[in-house]
């Protein structure tokens, strides 16, 4: 793969540089989707500086790199904050170097702590930290361990997902086989519980639903996609939502620069998004958010009036205690949060 680092980062300057849509004020960037600096600090700094010159930035803009343990040195987190990279995040996953072999993660612990504590000593100020829980072989334990480890370096902000096990991926088919175990659900239960109890206790305000953050360090790239704001994703396997259209990449890294190369379009696959789909969408992202929906602003945006297409279910689930209604504001609650992906699709118009 590395002959096809420098002819991707080509292609992704010949991709920015053909869409030049009209100057809008740019908030957030963010390098990631995987481990971007796999790639040599003086490409991406390249790529930063292109992107700078094809886009007006705001004057507080987010600039995110993702990393993981072992994969960058010193000098190039160095070389990071020195051409505008201002947000560093972590792929920790587990504290537990057990775990992480078992998810076949090429760091330990102690990569971890030696990254997180460069990118401090060179000037990152905002880190974050992404954990999983829901492992194989996790214990509760390991998971509060893991929490009270992470909150003792007091990173600005802390992602932590329960597991999505992806089909063909090597962990999906250990477990089918029986060679690795998960946690009962009421142990994932658990797990989640312990985030949302001990990490705001640690000054960690909750504002999404895997996601925690010092007061004025919530993640501004992730909240635009949750707000249903337009974002611009290039390279392979990119994401895109802009004027009521939603279109993704192709995602071979080769055929990418291939189809660049030759002026052909890399867009697999295009969506125009209706009214319907937009409202649906709103309500399905701001109920991610521990903010909530304002149902008089949704209302007077998409049109629907969800007290009255769902004022029996919204009824019930407050009765249930899943989700609260103050004033024109509905939100989940914890025990809400805990079943999200059922209550927000049953209220889903």
């Known amino acids: 793969m590395e002959n096809l680092i420098v002819p991707y980062v080509k292609a992704l300057k010949t991709e920015i540089e053909s869409y030049l849509p009209e100057q809008r004020l740019v908030r957030s960037i963010f390098f990631g989707g995987g481990t971007p600096s796999y790639l040599p600090a003086e490409l991406l700094e390249e790529l930063l500086c292109f992107i700078k010159e094809h886009f007006q930035l705001s004057h507080n803009v987010e600039i995110t790199i993702e990393t993981n343990p072992g994969t960058v040195q010193k000098s190039e987190l160095a070389q990071f904050k020195s051409v505008g990279f201002n947000r560093l995040s972590i792929g920790l996953q587990a504290s537990q170097d057990r775990l992480l072999k078992g998810i076949g993660r090429i760091h330990s612990w102690v990569d971890f702590l030696n990254i997180f504590e460069a990118g401090r000593s060179v000037g990152f100020n905002n880190l974050s930290v992404d954990l999983i829980f829901g492992l194989p072989g996790q214990t509760l334990h390991d998971w509060r361990e893991t929490l009270e ?6 990173p600005k902000h802390i992602s932590a997902y329960g597991l999505q096990l992806e089909p063909g991926t090597k962990l999906a088919a250990d477990i089918r086989r029986g060679l690795a175990q998960l946690p009962s659900e009421d142990e994932v239960v658990e797990m989640m519980n312990a985030c949302m109890d001990y990490l ?13 953050a010092k007061p004025d360090f919530e993640c501004d790239h992730n909240l635009s996609y949750w707000r249903g704001n337009d974002y611009l994703g290039f390279g392979a396997g990119a994401y895109s939502t802009d004027n009521n259209e939603r279109w993704f990449n192709i995602n071979e890294p080769w055929n990418y620069i291939n189809t660049v190369s030759k002026r052909g379009s890399v867009i697999k696959e295009r969506e125009s998004l209706g009214a319907k789909t937009r409202a649906v969408e709103a309500l399905m992202l701001g109920l991610r958010l521990c903010s909530g929906v304002n149902l008089q602003e949704y209302e007077a945006q998409y049109g629907i009036d969800l007290m009255k297409v769902s004022g029996q279910h919204l009824k019930n689930l407050v009765d249930q205690k899943m989700v609260s209604l103050n004033g024109p504001t509905l ?3 914890k025990t809400g949060v805990r079943l999200s992906n059922s209550v927000i699709s049953s209220l889903l118009p």
């Open 149 to 154: 480890r992470i909150v003792s370096l007091q």
């Open 200 to 212: 705001p206790e640690q000054g960690y305000h909750h504002y999404e639903i895997s996601n925690y």
């Open 331 to 333: 939100a989940l609650t």
